[in-house]
């Protein structure tokens, strides 16, 4: 099921909060790209939110450190297991794109490993950036919406 942003999912600032809808758009992608099985989408799209990941990490991150956040050491924690699970499939997605190259397909693993993309991609989305981020909000609303 895509995601779609509603405003109840505001933080209360400008910056994270685009940086999430994007984040979103991207997981739509991903999500379609599975759903046509076209692979080389899937991976272009899937480097592109891992790329995005680490630059919007790094903001919020710094926007934590500019606020106070008191969770933001448990925070950057938590942005690094994600990356770290990113780039696990980024691995497992390279190995299905070398072996269509050489024409071997492996559909019933593809579809296995789609599933679980889309788990950690909806999971991620669900329990970070609905939960977890979502708990900067009572100390973003003390800051103009445009803080950085
Ligand atoms: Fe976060």
Excluded at 36 to 55: E, G, I, P, R
Excluded at 68 to 75: G, V
Aim: charged fraction near 30%.
């Amino acid at each position: 099921m895509p995601i779609f942003w509603r405003d109840q999912m505001s933080i209360q600032n400008d910056l994270l909060d685009q940086d999430h809808r994007y984040l979103f758009c991207l997981v739509n992608s991903i999500e379609l790209s599975l759903k046509h099985a076209d692979l080389a989408a899937t991976v272009l799209v899937f480097k592109q939110l891992m790329d995005y990941s680490v630059l919007h990490f790094t903001r919020e991150e710094k926007v934590q450190i500019k606020i106070k956040y008191p969770a933001k050491d448990l925070h950057r924690g938590r942005h690094e297991e994600i990356i770290k699970s990113l780039s696990r499939f980024h691995t497992e997605l390279g190995f299905y794109e070398r072996r269509r190259e050489e024409g071997l397909f492996f559909t019933e693993a593809e579809d296995a490993m789609g599933e679980r993309l889309l788990k950690l991609l909806h999971d991620w989305i669900v329990e970070h950036v609905l939960t977890e981020d979502r708990k900067m909000e009572p100390l973003l609303k003390q800051f103009p919406k445009s803080f950085q």
